[in-house]
């Protein structure tokens, strides 16, 4: 074997160990939530359960949050305040430190733009803006499912 089919063979394996948590799924209860939770994001500290509702054009896709109960319990909480527009916004996650980061389209056609942040805290996010320096700036190049670190310093 080559050496790159080595490195390859390595970073499988550490893939494997790193990710071993993710071979048991186990089914979450959202206590007073009834539709769809997509695309959810765990917060690092276990409290929030992030998600956006159904991605589907005939739906208003809008950013929600469940606070944790215990286990794999969580009491929905309603839309994210502050945050949803009549355009899309999905794809949550959260750094360590309150930054959120989330896709929309609401300024798409205007900037060719779908990546935003904010702050989040008590369930609220104030302060949105786009994160500078991803898009291209091209007509139909488009950045989506995308998320931070928990150091915030890595997208």
Request: glycine fraction near 10%; hydrophobic fraction near 40%.
């Amino acid at each position: 074997m080559g050496g790159s089919a080595h490195t390859l063979i390595a970073l499988l394996a550490l893939f494997q160990i790193q990710y071993s948590a993710f071979q048991h799924p186990a089914q979450v209860t959202i206590a007073g939530y009834t539709g769809d939770a997509m695309e959810p994001f765990l917060t690092h500290d276990g409290r929030w359960l992030l998600f956006n509702n159904r991605n589907d054009p005939g739906v208003d896709t809008n950013l929600h949050y469940a606070e944790k109960i215990d286990g794999l319990h969580f009491a929905y909480r309603g839309e994210i305040p502050g945050v949803n527009t009549s355009a899309l916004q999905a794809v949550p996650s959260l750094s360590c430190g309150g930054e959120l980061y989330f896709v929309s389209t609401r300024s798409y056609a205007q900037t060719f733009s779908t990546l935003y942040r904010a702050r989040f805290a008590g369930g609220s996010a104030t302060g949105i803006e786009l994160v500078p320096g991803i898009s291209r700036r091209t007509p139909g190049w488009v950045n989506f499912d995308a998320e931070v670190s928990a150091d915030g310093e890595t997208l």
